[in-house]
């Protein structure tokens, strides 16, 4: 087991919440397509993170064909009770008011959710800047300019994908966290969530 040892972050020590963030779409048109499984994890200095798990009812000829229906009808055993996009919305707005978003390749999915709030007519208040797991763990390992394999720098730093529910947003959320675990040695408690990103002992804070 590695050990993790606390140092100071830039941007987790400014007092900012930090938030895990993947998303998991209807396809990848940008005016067709829709986030459907939206889950976000905030980590907490006492190891206890806290998740939002939120389910938009997707029917199954919405989805493109190939992966992203693959995805679908893999993941929907985790999926929670539907809602609709403004209860998503008002529920994202609080849980990632002032934070700073974390992820992999967290542009397209704070894109994805930038499209949901503005459908709303709502503006998000999270921190506009980002930090992108990919780039903390390629300028780690010194892999020159992107395009990268996500897969490829999670193992070389020591996180194995196949540990985690990959193309699930709660599992990517968790595999995020975990990367960012390992990259800045700071524990915010992701070895306390199961491989779906579901929590493994209580008690733990869920908001879907």
Sequence with gaps: MKRVVTRKVPGRDSGNPLVFVDTETTGLDPVRSRPYEIAMIRG?????????HLYLAVEEKELDPGKPLEIFLKNRRWLPAPVSAGVAVERIATFTAGAVIVGNNVRSDVAWLERLFAAAGKVPHWHYQLDEVE?????????????????????????????????????????????????????????????????????FRSLG
């Design 135 to 203: 780039s903390r763990a390629a300028q780690r390992l010194n892999a020159g300019p992107p395009p990268w394999s996500s897969d490829d720098l999670s193992r070389r730093i020591g996180v194995d994908p196949a540990q985690f529910e990959r193309h699930s947003a709660l599992g990517d959320a968790r595999w995020s966290m975990a990367q960012w675990e390992v990259l800045t040695g700071i524990d915010l408690g992701s070895s306390r969530l199961g491989r779906s990103g579901l929590a493994r002992e209580r008690p």
């Design 44 to 52: 907490t200095s006492s190891g206890r993170p806290c998740i939002l």
